[in-house]
């Protein structure tokens, strides 16, 4: 089945370096994909709508700058988190809708296994 | 714009009860509706969704309806097993490609043994 993939699963990185994070789409492709921060205990909060060959659109209050996201292909998406401060820390998580036939044919989102960011 | 509301935050059952989590979607457009199951540390996991043009749908231990006129839709989850142990999440879309997916706040099931 459809697989995304993404990586680093953990990294650790002191205040003020930049960290990149990659989002692949294994054997299918994706013109769209979802990036996700998701605190302790809490609900998955949309910060970007990735388009390939197109700028990212943000939600309310992500700060473009801060979070940079390029779509070159129609498989990767990543998101660089620039001059990372300890409250950038968090998990991370993208995701790419998928047709599923077999989940009343519509478009379900598969999620990549998350990267947790730890800034020190 | 959409807003899922999710209930309960958390809740217990014993091994074997049933379990019952109810979402409400603000947005009487949106006519897809996933649940994900997520393990702590990992990603989420689809394990059931419907579709608005139906009311009911059934997949083993777990079944999901949806009640389009009062904007609601609810998990059940029989015989619970310690594995069902997760967080739960409720989404409410519309089914064109590209439009993304609003999540409940989630709710944790813990089923003791």
């Known amino acids: 089945g459809a697989v995304v993939s993404q990586h680093p699963s953990r990294v650790i990185c002191k205040s003020g370096t930049s960290v990149k994070i990659e989002c692949r789409s294994l054997?299918?492709?994706?013109?769209?994909m979802f990036w996700y921060r998701q605190f302790p205990k809490q609900s998955l909060m949309l910060m970007a709508t990735?388009?390939?060959?197109?700028?990212?659109?943000?939600e309310q209050g992500v700060e473009k700058d801060k979070f940079l996201i390029n779509h070159a292909s129609l498989t990767l998406s990543t998101l660089t988190v620039t001059s990372a401060h300890p409250e950038d820390s968090s998990f991370y998580i993208c995701s790419a809708r998928v047709l599923r036939e077999a989940h009343s044919g519509a478009n379900v989102l598969t999620f990549g296994a998350g990267s947790r960011l730890t800034v020190l | 714009g959409e807003n899922v509301e999710q209930h309960p935050s958390t809740l217990s059952v014993q091994e074997g009860d049933s379990a019952v989590i109810k979402c409400t979607y603000s947005?009487?457009?949106?006519?897809?509706f996933p649940w994900y199951k997520q393990e702590l540390g990992k990603r989420p996991q689809l394990i059931i969704d419907i579709r608005s043009n139906v009311g009911e749908k059934k997949d083993q231990r777990i079944a999901v309806t949806l009640n389009k006129t009062a904007k609601h839709f609810s998990l059940h989850i029989t015989e619970t097993q310690p594995e069902d142990s997760a967080v739960y999440f409720c989404?409410?879309?519309?089914?064109?490609?590209?439009?993304?997916?609003?999540f409940g706040p989630g709710t944790r099931l813990s089923v003791l043994p």
């Open positions: 947005d009487s457009a949106s006519n897809y």
């Open positions: 054997d299918f492709q994706a013109t769209t």
């Open positions: 989404a409410a879309s519309k089914t064109n490609y590209g439009q993304n997916f609003v």
């Open positions: 990735s388009n390939e060959g197109s700028k990212a659109t943000y």
